[in-house]
């Protein structure tokens, strides 16, 4: 069986063991069909990279909101600067709904990997919630690429060794470890504000 096959079974599964284990739909004023939803989440666009993620913290891009779906505990011991935490058991509460129904923030959902996160999106956009990605890799990846990168034997291209650069600087920013002679450093900006849930604007679907 191809690559890809297994991949949309795995996805139908996933959706259909949702589907059943969602809360009572009747809230909700729209519900979108699995064919759409299916379709949507083979869509490698609702992902989004540690180093697109790395920028938005460094720039302090307020556009985002970014979430963790980890448990309280694990949020505490460590999380990317700026996120919030949201659990996964906790994103259909009441208190939680207005920061995915909203067209303030493109709101980007991580785990430790991606498999949570990608639960978490196919839940929130069965309900027509638009405006979610998911941070492909998790804090594995942003470990493995920005925190640690290691660098590569050798730079097949400009765009390689200027990714490098970019990682190397990044991960000096978000841990303060510096290394004697490295030039690829980053500033953080002098103060950052904290990010802040906006009163949510008026939107199809969502909560009646």
Known sequence: ??????????????????????????????????????YEANKEGRY???DEIAKVVIEADPSFLIIDLRTPNEYKHYT??????IPYSKIMDDANLDYFDQDVYTTVLFSNGTSLADQAWVRLRSYDYKGNKVLKGGLNEWYKTII??????????????????????????????????????????KSNKPLIRRKKKSVSGGCG
């Open 80 to 85: 990317i600067e700026g996120a919030i935490n």
């Open 148 to 189: 640690n990168p290691q660098k590569p034997n050798d730079f097949k291209t400009a765009a390689a060794l200027e990714q490098y650069q970019f990682r190397k600087g990044a991960s000096i920013y978000f841990t303060g470890a510096q290394e004697i002679g490295n030039s690829s450093t980053i500033s953080k900006p």
């Open 1 to 38: 069986m191809k690559r890809i096959e297994l991949i949309i079974i795995g996805v139908l599964v996933l959706v259909g063991f949702l589907l059943i284990f969602i809360p009572n739909t009747e809230p909700f004023k729209h519900v979108i069909g699995e064919k759409e939803l299916l």
């Open 48 to 50: 989004i990279s540690t």
